[in-house]
């Protein structure tokens, strides 16, 4: 069940790595979040941790709903442009994600012999840094870099619930505050009329 | 304690949202309230757990803050006359003050923290809180460098929390949760017995930081964001911004020399050495203030860290605290040297009448030439302790002649960058017309608390207390 969700998160990227169009972009996102969350629950039942579950829920609830919503209003809010065309073509991509992919399964070879649980699940964590990095990357407009730069966080979530089953439960309700954080300030830079009024 | 030191920030962040103008001097003056408990902290004794293990107070990071509490200071008077220099709408100043409590309280955490999650967390907050200071000037240029720093610093700090969650990874074997500990990880550094997943952690951890500086090779973008904000933000950043970054490479670095030392001081020597190779090019090729100073910034946040590295922890820590006094005392000048114009050097030192004029100008020209080392400026005796420490390091490891190689190199990059601040320093006081220009009483009053800070520096009193940081 955990393999299938890994594969789930993973596939969520990659197709959003594709999209074209601003709110499918953030429904791919709030995917992405959701499987990570579900994954939180499935290892937090299986290693009998509390503080992984509530982790879960959280994830979901801030990461699946909350901030694609918030994302969305942001957009009508301010008018975002919706059409987001990727600057790499998408022949060009193709090769590229699963050359990540590889490349980023080579490089984690020697880590994973390190970690006793979920090992590959280590490789799968660190490809989707990467992937987030190029979807950052390939597009000019600023709403796809803050899905890049929110994925780029669910990455790194998924590594630490991968690689060390989940961070002290202070440390990951800071990051979850940070992120909150982060939308604020987001919204405050989208204020563009207050330039013209001042 | 941790109330106290918190409680300045509370009463910022609520007269923040004050509309009225004594608000706005209440504000500088509550920025005062910081010292009370910093001071009292370099005075308890240490280690002192300020909340149970997560924030704990020892010599390195009491010195830090207090040096950080002094720049705030500084900072916050000179805000006051921020509206006198530039075009600043009222409510933007307020928010300004509001983002600079959340800064401080980021700060607080990030500085104290003996937990690398806590760390992180404070390093995020203070870093998000930036991105809105940057954004008060309400330029195309600062809005387009308000993203820029969004996005590359969001992309840094999440190359820190990548790199801590590997080495909590490494570690979490052995300590279990409390593998998070900066205390406890340094004391069981040699037990760890993936040390491969350590450094990779580490270094990951370390590129995070170096692109928060400025490093090798995003050399630019830090310039380019304080070009194009105002001032005091500029000042923010080299005098606490960086100080928070810096502490983490400390203690970092600290459990790294326990795993590998070999390959910690190559990593580092080799990227602080084309730092400096490449940032001393930029500053000769540098056409205003701004950038001067930042680059500047850059090069001697790369000493400090090659200093650390090679032993030097004296020097390390007194480089630190010159260049977090000197900086952002430059940065704050700017508003007064650019009156005329952003790209206008020559002529900059010129048309300062009367007795606060004169200290200006003085007070300027000292602090610029003290920051490319000029006895007695603390920066020489850091910069002559710090390579001798460089020399021990070879000595020990059978190096002394690449080491020597090395030394001279640097010191042929640190004179391109000396020629550059003297030709505009030259430039400065020589050369353009006169035109005359204002001095407000709390801009000099904060760049005398500067310089005073200078002089307490390199007291015996001050210098025993940081060779005793070991």
Known sequence: MVDFFIGLFLASLITALFTTRLYRLLVWYSFNSLTLGVLALLIGIKIDDNAMLITGIATIVIKAIAIPYFLKSFSQKFHFIRQIQPNIKIQYAIILIPAILVFTFYLAKPITHMIANNSNYVAISISSLFLSLLLMMEHKNVAPKITGFLSMENSLFLLGITATNGMPMLVELGIFFDLLMAIVVINLLFRREEMKNA | MLELLLFPAFIIFGLSFIKSDKAKRLLAFVSFLILIPTVKLISLPKPFHLFKDYLVVDDLNAYILFVSSIVGIGVTLALMTLDKHVKVSKN???????FFAIFWIGLIFSILSNNMGIYWIGLELATLSTVYMIKTNHSTAAYKEAWNYMIVGAIAISLILFGIILIYASAKPILGEDAMNFNLLLAHAKEIKSSFLFELGFATVSVGMFVKMGFFPMNLWLANIERASFYPVAALFSGILESAIIIGFFRFSKIAMEINYDHLFTFVFIYTILTIFIVSFLIYRAKDFMRLFSLSGIEHMALIALFWVSGGTFAALLHFGA????????????GVLESNGKYKIAGALKGYKGKKGTIFWFLVSLFLL???SLPPSPMFFSEIYGFGAMIKVAKSGDNLLSMMAAILILLILLSVIFYKFVEVYQSMKYEGKVYEKKVYVTELFS?????????????????NYLRGIS
């Open chain 2, 92 to 98: 933007a100043y307020r928010r300004f003050y509001r």
């Open chain 2, 323 to 334: 260049h977090a006094f000197l900086k952002p005392a430059l940065f704050l000048s700017t």
């Open chain 2, 370 to 372: 003290a920051i490319i």
């Open chain 2, 447 to 463: 760049l005398i608390i500067f310089g005073i800070s200078l002089i307490i520096l390199i007291t015996s009193p001050v210098m």
